[in-house]
């Protein structure tokens, strides 16, 4: 890994309760190593009225009580933490490693055929594209913190569907845009669904509720759909092999 | 001593608090009550901590009995409270006793009524709150046939005289109706609509029947973004007044999903997003451009009202023995002339 450096910011207001700090660089890695150091810093810097930072790709929301704590003492916590930062020069964690089955197609992935046609390809080239990328989760997303990760090298971006689905299943497997996403739980939402992974993502008995965290990674393998039963009730988890780096 | 309570008849009502506020860092909204104000003051009243678990009652009757003495108070919007029969009034400790039937009626003039019991019901949480989240699948929609258990038991307290209420605690409510004027500071995304996003201000909004806890939608005329192109996810707070269609505004309420793609216009208040937590379909709203320091020193103004009648209530409870023994017998004579 490159050298760490802290990416210019911005820092918008954002109502009474909130700022929006946004890194500025030319280089989106930095920007997005630099919201989530960030967040990472605040949430543990222990300061009276943070209630917390919603990291995503370069911006941070931090969230405050205005009775507690007001907005130009966040704004000094704010710049205090890049300073910091800008002079730990580290701060990353190893990422951990997830393998996330799934069944391509059919009722599992209802819109493959569409995302193929689209993209004038076949739905075997879009499985593999699909299954070939290694993914970095970039943030958590709505909805109930979905891994938000840059998408596969299709040739366009995934349109969104016109009539977003009312519902779309927990563990549906999904692309729009340049991104890519997998759903913790079931909600409505208009990404191509190319499929489904057995496993369950979220568990609301463990804390945190989903396993992985921004900068983790993720690959997909396609599974026979008769063997989706196999996996129904099992969590998904890290692998527990480190690979030498 | 713990009790039990029956619910007879839910309404739409749920067992929720403040709120999750470490939610957003994983991707979950803070949710809990939507409005703060009348949900602290509830169980300020009923002599809780502001936190505690209490039932939001959406725009539904409900009914309830418990089989133990209780002290209960209910805030929010205007209705009619009766307890055994008897016409009791709202923003006010009620004695309850056991067996006597809890009716909440006739909600109007707002949409929602915070009930909160003395000592709180008991509730699950997660990450902290027993604030319900429809996404997940967490939390406690209260069904005919629901119990809840008290942590606490209030011997009856009650005027001896024609049973006049015994509390005038004289806390100034929130004035509702159907005009709402609703303050807004600018969002960080205001640059992007040009001279249309003055229409926010000068335009009258009608709240759609498709509103509900994770944002209200709002038909008039509507600022235009003037730039184009993806927005990158982002954060988006609690009051987000985004446009993101032809038809309708949309403001984020704390149901509101974390992150999302739309830009910024303007960002509802802390006491204006209490405004709109009680906006009904049809109501109509105005919003008032504030800044961040003025919309702070009325949420501070508001908080220091509720601040004024726990000191109140913590008097008055520790004089009749609520929640400890009696005092009043220990006051010298001349403080009780």
Not at chain 2, 84 to 106: F, T, Y
Not at chain 2, 160 to 176: Q, T, V
């Amino acid at each position: 890994m490159s050298v760490l450096t802290v990416a210019p910011t911005e820092i918008y207001e954002s109502g009474d309760s909130a700022l929006r700090v946004v890194a500025i660089s030319q280089a989106s890695e930095d920007n997005w190593l630099t919201v989530h150091r960030l967040a990472d810093w605040l949430e543990n810097c222990g300061a009276e009225g943070l209630h917390g930072a919603v990291p995503t790709y370069d911006s941070v929301l931090v969230e405050f009580d205005p009775i507690l704590v007001s907005a130009r003492q966040v704004r000094a916590f704010v710049k205090l933490g890049l300073l910091e930062l800008d002079h730990a020069g580290e701060g990353v964690q190893t990422p951990r490693e997830f393998d996330v089955p799934v069944v391509y197609g059919g009722d599992f992935g209802p819109d493959l055929e569409l995302v193929a046609q689209y993209q004038g390809i076949s739905t075997g080239e879009v499985i593999r594209l699909h299954t070939e990328k290694t993914y970095t989760v970039r943030c958590l997303g709505a909805p109930a913190g979905s891994p938000m990760m840059d998408g596969p090298a299709f040739p366009k971006p995934v349109p969104r569907l016109k009539d977003p689905r009312l519902s779309v299943p927990a563990g549906a497997v999904a692309v729009a845009g340049r991104q890519a996403v997998i759903a913790p739980a079931s909600a409505p939402g208009g990404w191509c669904v190319i499929g489904q992974t057995p496993l369950s993502v979220l568990n609301i008995r463990k804390e945190p509720l989903v396993p992985y965290k921004p900068g983790d990674i993720l690959r997909f393998r396609q599974i026979a759909t008769e063997d989706f039963n196999g996996f129904v009730g099992m969590d998904l988890e890290p692998l527990e092999l480190e690979r030498p780096r | 001593m713990s009790g039990r309570i029956l619910i007879q008849q839910p309404g739409n009502s749920v067992v929720t608090d403040l709120g999750r506020t470490r939610g957003p860092r994983f991707g979950l909204p803070v949710n809990g009550a939507l409005d703060q104000y009348s949900a602290r003051a509830a169980n300020i009243l009923a002599g809780n901590q502001d936190n505690d678990p209490l039932v939001e009652i959406t725009a539904l009757d409900f009914r309830m009995t418990a089989n133990t003495d209780v002290l209960i108070a209910v805030t929010g919007a205007p209705l009619t409270l009766t307890v055994g029969g008897r016409p009791c009034s709202q923003w006010e400790p009620v004695s309850v006793r056991a067996g006597e039937s809890v009716s909440i009626r006739g909600i109007h003039r707002g949409l929602r009524a915070y009930l909160a019991i003395h000592g709180s019901i008991e509730a699950e949480t997660l990450l902290g709150s027993a604030a319900p989240d429809t996404v997940v699948g967490f939390g406690r929609q209260l069904r005919d046939g629901t119990t809840l258990v008290t942590r606490r038991s209030v011997g009856p307290v009650r005027q001896p005289y024609f049973d006049l209420p015994l509390f005038r605690l004289g806390l100034e409510r929130p004035s509702m109706g159907s005009d709402l004027l609703v303050d807004v500071t600018d969002g960080p995304d205001v640059a992007e609509f040009g001279e249309s996003g003055e229409l926010l201000f000068t335009s009258e909004y009608t709240v759609s029947g498709r509103s509900n806890h994770i944002g209200l939608r709002l038909g008039g005329e509507l600022p235009e973004r003037t730039s184009s192109g993806e927005v990158l996810s982002r954060g988006v707070p609690v009051g987000a007044v985004e446009v993101p269609s032809r038809e309708e505004l949309l403001v984020l309420h704390r149901g509101r999903g974390v992150t999302a793609g739309y830009p910024v216009l303007a960002v509802v208040t802390s006491t204006g997003l209490d405004v709109l937590a009680q906006a009904r379909p049809g109501d109509k709203v105005r919003f008032r451009k504030t800044t961040a320091a003025e919309a702070t020193a009325a949420h501070r103004r508001s908080r220091a009202q509720l601040e004024t009648l726990r000191e109140s209530v913590h008097t008055v409870f520790g004089l009749l023995g609520i929640g400890c023994r009696p005092q009043w017998q220990d006051l010298p004579v001349a403080a009780c002339s």
